[in-house]
């Protein structure tokens, strides 16, 4: 850590970076650095951390593999951690039960229930992201949605202190739910028992669909808008004569208007021109105002 570093954080030199670019960390691969970025080693190192920020009142966020974020130019204030360690992202089944550390890829968990012969998740392959991520934003496919499997969740507050949040005080809804505690350490869901050869014949299918629709030719693709109640965010878009509409180095994809294509040479600032522009002129059209799916930081 370099002398910048506020002497106060400096307990946790060995696993902070300071001004580290944000960019490589997330999937439109622009945007500026963040003050301190963080990999804790253990939950010890993790809960220390948290509770300093708190008594500094410095800005704390967990960063999953930035499927959902876009970091503004200027950079983010405060810390940024990632989960990446062994402690965050061990995943484990049992009978019908998966305990995922909130770190591990919904890559990781797909696979962990498929071997257990547990279903349910298939539809959710090859959607970029971690569990915390996903549980955060109550991520999703069609009809199936990661909220309908989870059964309770590890959290830290602010305090660097872990609580288990049980079912019943758990609240999904569409790409939105209650988890808002400053880390997601740890969930437990439940599958259904399903034989391997059907589990794999819906993962087959679910990538099938998936590849026929996103942008996977391009490095830095992210979803936008969330759809409105009854309609379709890429079919408005698309209705609007924006598909291909460009600001700078961002384009809007022409296989799902819904993605936003981002070139090397691009910036945060050109993506969030075009995200303003989309929305203007969906209203204008439409009368309907497009919700950010992401965040932006
Ligand atoms: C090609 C592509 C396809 C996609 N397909 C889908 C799809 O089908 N359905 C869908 O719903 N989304 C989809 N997305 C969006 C995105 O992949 C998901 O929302 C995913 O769950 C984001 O996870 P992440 O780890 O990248 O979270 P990030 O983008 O890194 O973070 C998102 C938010 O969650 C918070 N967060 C992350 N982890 C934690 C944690 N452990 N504790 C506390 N807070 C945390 C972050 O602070 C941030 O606020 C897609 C994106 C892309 C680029």
Request: overall charge neutral; some cysteine.
């Amino acid at each position: 850590m370099t002398e910048t570093a506020p002497g106060k954080l400096q307990e946790f030199a060995e696993i902070l970076k300071p001004k580290e670019p944000l960019g490589p960390y997330t999937i439109f691969k622009v945007g500026g650095p963040a003050e301190f970025f963080a990999q804790p080693r253990t939950i010890q190192e993790l809960s220390a951390l948290v509770k300093r920020c708190h008594e500094l009142s410095m800005p704390f966020r967990i960063l999953g593999v930035g499927g959902n974020v876009l970091v503004r130019d200027e950079g983010v204030k405060g810390v940024v951690a990632r989960l990446g360690a062994a402690p965050f992202v061990d995943v484990k089944a049992q009978g019908k039960r998966i305990r995922a550390g909130c770190g591990s890829s919904i890559a990781a968990l797909i696979a962990a229930a498929a071997r257990s012969g547990l279903g349910g998740l298939e539809p959710l392959v090859g959607m970029p992201g971690t569990v915390g991520g996903a549980l955060r934003h109550n991520a999703g496919e069609r009809s199936t949605e990661i909220g309908q499997f989870v059964r309770s969740v590890d959290v830290m507050d602010l305090h660097g202190n872990i609580q288990t949040r049980e079912q019943d005080e758990l609240r999904f809804s569409y790409r939105s739910s209650n988890l808002d505690d400053p880390v997601l350490l740890v969930a437990e869901l439940e599958l259904e028992p399903e034989r391997s050869e059907l589990i794999v014949k819906h993962l087959q299918k679910a990538w099938i669909e998936r590849k026929a629709s996103h942008p996977f030719s391009y490095q830095a693709a992210g979803r936008i808008f969330k759809n409105p109640p009854g309609l379709s965010a890429a079919a408005l878009i698309e209705e609007a004569g924006l598909v291909g509409a460009k600001v700078g180095g961002a384009h809007v994809n022409e296989r799902d208007a819904n993605f936003f294509v981002v070139e090397p040479s691009s910036s945060a600032r050109d993506v969030v021109r075009l995200i303003e522009l989309v929305k203007t002129r969906v209203q204008e059209k439409f009368k309907t105002d497009l919700e950010l799916e992401m965040s932006i930081w």
